[in-house]
Nanobody
């Protein structure tokens, strides 16, 4: 019933910027915490950033000061603004959300979007 649809990934040169978007749709009462993860080939999935329903944010240290997570509750959408991109940022980026439904809170994942940073 709930889908997370991502967009904004692509190829960018080092020092460039991208903005990722993830929109939730379906049977949604409300959305609690939203998150961005990333995973490079052969590596574990890493939590990049979180934002609560109240707007409190947190970031992994490697992206702090360069990435900004935000949300638009009217659009059920979370964003990740990525500036000063570096080759180590190359990964598949996934959005994740805790969504209130009739049976309680359920966790959902997007299908992922590729971000490639070239030097």
């Amino acid at each position: 019933q709930v889908q997370l649809v991502e967009s904004g990934g692509g190829l960018v040169q080092a020092g460039g910027s991208l903005r990722l978007s993830c929109a939730a749709s379906g049977s949604i009462f409300s959305i609690n915490t939203m998150r961005w993860y990333r995973q490079a080939p052969g590596k574990q999935r890493e939590l990049v950033a979180t934002i609560t329903s109240g707007g409190t944010t947190s970031y992994t240290i490697s992206v702090r000061g360069r990435f900004t997570i935000s949300r638009d509750n009217a659009k059920n959408t979370v964003y990740l603004q990525m500036n000063s991109l570096k080759p180590p940022d190359t990964a598949v980026y996934y959005c994740n959300a805790d969504i209130q439904q009739g049976l309680g809170v359920q966790n959902y994942w997007g299908q992922g979007t590729q971000v490639t940073v070239s030097s």
